[in-house]
């Protein structure tokens, strides 16, 4: 660059990321690796993006940990699987570019950074398709990270979701997480143990609520971090990017706030959009999301309000599939700033779901992509399911949580939020009342549930008959562990809604992860990937970990790209 040509920026780097969750924080480490001089730039004061509030799992087909697992899969068969399930205007390279660079991916984050995964026999989501796994180790959870190895840095680090810790801030694995659910032996003492280990880190807790034993997402946004530490790679936080500037065709370098001034970056070799969907942004959705249009039942981080894909498009980027979300029944604790995905508590035995009316309408325990996708379109043919309502009786009360319910805690223990949403009647004809049912619906919901349930059938909706189902169900419970007779009063209600986890349509991006025109023309010198990317997945949802499996993985495709380690 010429002296004249550098003069037009406050600051110049060859690679400039906006955004810093794991897609982000990835394509700037291995474009550093590459020895490009790299900038992160993140809009919120906290690092880590929604990637660190999630469960840090990420989809990855063919990986060496999988075969290591005794688990030996096929790569055509994972692109059949995808293909099959993802929308038709995603191209078929963008689903090989995912499928045939993602274990190549693990194995460089493995041999480079601290980050640990484990594959898990945790089954696809749609398992019966062809090409799906219903034995699992495609999807990969991350290892414990001890975040004293960030020092300072730690005290940034984003939370973790509500739904993904205990009491807010105190971080678990999932093997702790079914430890506390089923209540197995020593899981007071292990929790007492791992509650000692936070309130004694000292003197580090009397300055910070922040748990440096990091699990999950902030295991993996952790450790990530770590690396770009040692790589001496800067990380801006508190710098939203205001705009790109594209120069003769080509995108050369955003302007940003930062530090109460607007810089001009110049980026040489390019721009990496990484910065989140438009999960919080209310007229976007108003605009592309009608099955979804709530932002404040968007389990996304608030920082998520589309900046990134409206920059993209300024400059002449393409978009795609905007009216997509990663689907999801969300409960909603007033107060708070997201809702709460539900996972696990819809397939435990002793509950069901209805619409207003008091009906049944789906399979509880599906995954909570198709149950988020069928509860809204539900909301939208006969405006009955938003929110829907989860009935469980006293047994189920007192067993297991249901969202942000704590089994074992009295119901004027739990926090405010939660006592105004339960609702609790000492007869099913009383409960319906409190939820504006009717008794007589609600009766016969149930007393048809119970008839089959008994006999662990379902034969409306085949709860508990999919593989994925029975995951989640109780293994200890039999002949179905997803089904079990509500007979025990009082019985108890909880407001449940068709939300999401994010936005998944964006930017229109090539199997290399560049940002294309409309005609399907890449923009030089842009890239997209994670929630700023229209997903390859498309509207489908195949598996535990497709939302950050892929986003590190067309991360690392970028960054090799405009590095020219592709060449």
């Known amino acids: 660059m010429t002296q004249e040509q550098a003069g037009n920026w406050d600051k110049i780097f060859d690679v400039v990321v906006v955004g810093s969750g794991a897609g982000g924080m990835l394509a700037a480490l291995v474009a550093a ?16 993006g929604t990637s660190a509030t999630s469960g840090g799992g990420i989809w990855i087909p063919g990986s060496d940990q999988a075969r290591e697992a005794g688990f030996e899969d096929d790569l055509d068969d994972a692109f059949r699987y995808v293909r099959g399930l993802s929308a038709d205007n995603v191209p078929d390279e963008n689903i090989r570019a995912f499928v045939d660079n993602a274990a190549g991916m693990l194995r460089w984050v493995s041999a480079n950074t601290l980050v640990r ?91 910070s609520r922040k748990d440096r034993r990091l699990t999950l997402g902030g295991a993996l946004t952790g450790a990530l971090r770590h690396a770009l530490n040692d790589a001496d790679v800067p ?34 070799k390019g721009v990496v959009l990484a910065a989140g969907g438009f999960d919080k942004n209310q007229a976007m959705r108003d605009e592309h999301v009608p099955l979804y249009p709530e932002a404040r039942l968007s389990g996304g981080v608030t920082s998520n309000t589309g900046d990134s894909i409206r920059a993209g498009a300024a400059v002449g980027a393409g978009t795609m599939n905007l009216q997509s979300t ?12 997201r809702g709460r995905l539900c996972t696990i508590e819809r397939a435990l035995p002793g509950c069901i779901m209805v619409n207003q009316k008091g009906e049944r309408y789906l399979n509880e325990a599906a995954s909570y992509h198709i149950t988020g996708q069928l509860m809204a379109r539900r909301q939208r043919e006969h405006g009955d399911a938003s929110p829907s309502w989860m009935i469980f009786d006293h047994r189920f009360r007192h067993q297991f949580p249901m969202g942000p319910l704590l089994p074992l805690v009295p119901d004027w223990l739990q926090s405010s939020g939660v006592r105004k949403i339960l609702q609790k009647g000492a007869t099913v004809e009383e ?16 007393a048809d549930f119970n008839h089959h349930a008994a006999e662990g059938q379902d034969p409306a909706f085949h709860r508990g008959e999919a593989a994925y189902d029975r995951m ?9 562990p997803c089904l079990r007779p509500l007979t025990d009063g009082p019985f108890y209600a909880m407001p449940i809604y068709p939300g999401d986890i994010g936005t998944n349509g964006g930017l229109r991006t090539n199997a290399r ?25 498309g509207e489908s949802y195949p598996g535990a970990g497709v939302t950050i499996g892929p986003a590190m993985t067309f991360g690392y495709i970028a960054a090799r790209d405009m590095t020219g380690a592709n060449a």
């Open 117 to 207: 995964y484990q594959a898990q026999p945790y089954p696809d989501y749609h398992a019966e398709n062809p090409g799906g796994s219903p034995t699992g180790f495609r999807t990969h959870l991350p290892l414990e990270f001890d975040g004293r190895l960030l020092g300072d840095t730690v005290r940034t680090q984003r939370f973790p979701s509500p739904a993904a810790s205990l009491f807010g801030y105190l971080q678990w694995t999932f093997a702790e997480t079914y430890e506390l659910l089923y209540r197995t032996k020593g899981w007071f003492s292990h929790l007492v143990a791992n509650m000692a280990k936070y309130w004694f880190d000292l003197p580090f807790r009397f300055t």
């Open 513 to 537: 992860a560049q940002v294309v025109d409309d005609q399907g023309a890449a923009i030089a010198g842009l890239y997209a990937v994670g929630n700023n990317a229209a997903s390859a997945m």
């Open 326 to 337: 990663w689907a999801a029944p969300v409960f909603y604790v007033p107060g708070e700033d």
């Open 431 to 446: 409960l319906a009342k409190r939820i504006g049912a009717d008794p007589a619906v609600l009766g016969r919901t149930l």
């Open 235 to 268: 990380l801006w936080l508190s710098s939203p990017m205001r705009e790109l500037v594209r120069e003769n065709g080509r995108v050369t370098g955003i302007v940003v706030e930062h530090g109460r001034r607007t810089l001009r970056i110049g980026a040489r």
């Open 472 to 480: 989640y169900g109780d293994y200890r419970h039999g002949p179905n």
């Open 33 to 48: 690796k590459n020895r490009a001089d790299v900038l992160i730039v993140e809009k919120d004061k906290l690092w880590g």
